[in-house]
């Protein structure tokens, strides 16, 4: 397993992480099978967030399957993510929230302290000041050691930063070789004849790089926002045949070689795997193990169906 050390933050964190999204559907022995999996292949970090499941029900079971690991809570890295209220159907960063929230997923984790919290998705309606507090309130507490955002741009961090004293220090975002806006406009800048041009997201990447922001890609293998995996999938033949000969020369599988893609970049960047397989787990972690080639990249890039100007 790759390991990086999170800037103003968690030392020696693995490159994958295992996200516990589809946790719920899970026996306590499959789920711990799962978490004691990807911890053998090296994963100590597991995401979590408040809307996983009713109620919380992914970090319920996370935590009713943890101890049959034989794991102690200080083997791993435990980060959740607050603001999605789907009950209310809205975003929600206001203080009382925050806070019921962090105490809601500790109890519901039976855990102690979160490694890390991210603020999930923009509350367009937030205030700063209450979202400082509110981060305040929980580091002096020790229920959260780090802080993040999650899906936002450079210019909403900005605000964000100039009342919170507590240094940023994720930003989880999609990203995938078919979902790769992330990088696709620096290319095309100024290129009137492609969508790829359009700058979406502020210039996202440079921007938590300057700022040493570590970025969490997630759904790295799916394409659309929720339209499920690109590997072997029909509707991507040329990305396919490339994923098939680079994971071929390196003995690996395609989402191996397609998470290796994401963990090339030299931002340094964590993946977040979703799958409850352990098989699929063992496989996709070895994507930690695999280093592309500056043209092996590119040439993936270009087969999942960017060109260059």
Known sequence: MKYIDIANGPGKVSAVIQGCMRMPDLSAEEAAKVIRTAYDCGVNF????????????????????????????EDIYIQSKCGICVDRNEFDWTKENILSSVDDSLRRLKVEYLDTLLLHRPDVLYDPEEVAEA??????????????????????????????????????????????????????????????????????????????????????????????????????????????????????SKAAIAIAWILRHPAKMQAIIGSMNPDHIKDVCKAADITLSHHDWYELYLSAGKFLP
Not at 46 to 70: R, V
Not at 156 to 177: A, D, F, G, R, T
Not at 211 to 222: N, R
Request: proline share 4%; glycine share 6%.
């Open 46 to 73: 597991y995401d979590h967030a408040t809307c996983y499941g009713q109620d919380g029900a992914a970090e319920s079971k996370f935590a009713e399957a943890f101890p049959l690991t034989g794991l102690k809570r």
């Open 135 to 252: 981060f305040d309130i929980l580091e002096e507490s020790g229920k959260v050691r780090y802080f993040g955002v999650s899906n936002l741009v450079p210019m909403q961090i900005e605000l964000l930063k100039k009342y919170v004293k507590q240094p940023l220090v994720i930003n989880q975002v999609q990203l995938s070789l078919e979902q790769s806006q992330l990088i696709d406009q620096a290319l095309y800048m100024n290129n009137k004849t492609t969508e790829f041009s359009i700058n979406r997201d502020g210039n996202a990447l440079d921007y938590c790089r300057l700022k040493d922001m570590t970025i969490q890609a997630w759904s790295p293998l799916q394409f659309g926002m929720f339209g499920g995996s690109f590997i072997d999938n029909p509707d991507f033949p040329e990305l396919n045949k490339t994923l098939g000969e680079l994971a071929d020369r390196e003995h690996a």
